[in-house]
């Protein structure tokens, strides 16, 4: 049972209890009392175990299990976007009677489209791709003879944070802080009738706050209608991975200016390793002193690992020792053995002193990085765009609110400068 629900049987439970106070009735009143002490053990449990989920290297947090499988199994992003359109063929009576209820998750009383729950994003299914060369929004799915395991995605970029163990948290509503203990209390050795130094804690909070992400693409509407291939795979995969790739893109290497969340690299306070006046290529000096800001400063270890670009990895594996072997991955090699992921998400255009197009490297624990996700994915249909109405087209528009934030700056460490 949820804590909301647990403290509502308190509340009740109390209400009880002035009444019984009132009457003056004692046995009432001390039944209301035993039932009150054994709720407010269960309160506590209920809290640890909220805690224990919340800290959770990597777990995205939703509501209610039950109802974000059949979610997940039963929303069909077609369906829900046919009920907009007002196209028929389609059964979409699930898609608008979860609305109340994805309505009450986001903390809103109307949506401007449909909303879609987070979870048919949080686990991609297989990728089809619906453009062709020539631009086409689908319709050449529309044969018959044509099978989805003959379609192939497009080239994409691997998107890595949250695999490497950031900490997901969904359903947010209004601007979240999170505290923290920031100075711990004094302690020290006295003598024998000697006053302890007193203290105060110092306390800190990481604050997030919602930021909006989205885009607009056109779908033909015999592809919401007659398409016999996996359309609804399709069209999932193609919204998850963009917004995905958005999100996963600003964790890395966000401004923090305007509506964009400030990525790891631009943190203030964490470590770095330089390469050189005008950067230089990665060393295993380098990466080891990477490791060591981190370890200097305490960090956890939950979920350390390395990220990087391709090229970094091209050039690392041409790294030799002083023998000419090569040194590889493994624990003697450059990146000493560590766990390295490669994405073209980071960035490779950076600049030092004359140095250009220099890539970034970074090492941290990566269950410190917080994403947090507010509401649902909000869609909305416009059968009446200009361009997309012509062709009797639907045009769609896919908003997703989110925030990312580091929780601990000492945590991570990068190097800005590499030559590869």
């Known amino acids: 049972m949820k804590t ?55 777990t995205v947090l939703s509501g209610d299990p039950k109802l974000s499988g059949e979610l997940h199994k039963r929303f069909s992003l077609v369906r829900a976007m046919a009920m907009q359109a007002g196209i028929g063929g389609h059964d979409f009576g699930f898609e608008r009677e979860v609305q109340p209820e994805l309505l009450k998750r986001a903390g809103k009383p109307t949506a ?29 799915l529309i044969a ?13 970029a691997a998107l890595k944070v949250q695999s490497l163990g950031a900490t997901v948290l969904s359903g947010l509503v209004g601007n979240i802080d999170i505290p923290g203990l920031k100075d ?34 056109e779908i033909s509407r015999n592809m919401l209608q007659q398409s016999s291939v996996d359309v609804e795979n399709l069209i999932r995969s193609d919204f998850a991975y963009m917004l995905a790739a958005l999100v996963d ?4 290497n966000g401004s923090g200016s305007g509506s964009e969340p400030r990525g790891i690299l631009n943190t203030s306070g964490i470590g770095s390793v330089a390469m050189g006046t005008n950067g230089a290529a990665l060393t295993a000096d380098a990466t080891r002193d990477l490791i060591g800001k981190v370890d200097i400063a305490d960090a956890p270890n939950t979920s ?20 000419g072997n090569y040194m590889g991955f493994g624990p003697e090699g450059v990146f000493a053995g560590e766990r390295t992921e490669f ?25 410190d990085l917080l994403i947090g996700y507010w509401s649902a994915f909000d869609l909305l249909v416009n059968p009446y765009e200009s361009t997309a109405y012509a062709k009797g087209n639907v045009s769609v528009r896919a908003m997703l609110t989110c925030d990312i934030a580091v929780r601990y700056a000492e945590s991570f460490a990068a190097i800005k400068d590499v030559v590869a």
């Not at 439970?13 to 009143?29: L, P, Q, W």
């Not at 006053?195 to 800190?204: D, E, Q």
């Not at 994405?343 to 950076?350: A, E, G, I, M, N």
């Open 4 to 58: 909301s629900d647990l403290l509502e049987q308190r509340a009740a439970i109390v209400d009880r209890m002035n009444a019984a106070h009132t009457a003056d009735d004692g046995a009432a009143f001390d039944t209301a009392e035993t039932e009150l002490r054994a709720l407010d053990g269960k309160i506590e449990r209920a809290k640890k175990i909220e805690q224990a989920e919340r800290t959770e290297a990597g």
């Open 112 to 140: 401007e489209g449909v909303l879609c729950p987070l979870e048919i994003f949080l686990e991609r299914r297989a990728s089809l791709s619906t453009t062709n060369p020539s631009g086409a929004t689908g319709a050449n």
């Open 144 to 156: 018959t003879e044509l099978h989805g395991e003959y379609y192939f995605d497009r080239l994409r």
């Open 184 to 217: 711990s209390v004094s302690t020290g050795w006295v003598a024998e009738d000697t006053a302890l130094n007193g203290s105060v804690p110092g306390f800190r909070k990481v604050s997030m706050t919602p930021k909006h992400a989205g885009g607009i693409t």
């Open 249 to 252: 893109a600003a964790a890395i």
């Open 304 to 323: 350390r690992a390395f990220l990087t670009n391709n090229k970094v990895k091209v050039a690392t594996s041409k790294i030799k020792d002083g023998q």
């Open 343 to 367: 994405s073209s998400q980071v960035p490779s255009d950076l600049t030092k002193g004359t140095g250009t197009s220099l890539s970034a490297l970074i090492y941290g624990n990566w269950a």
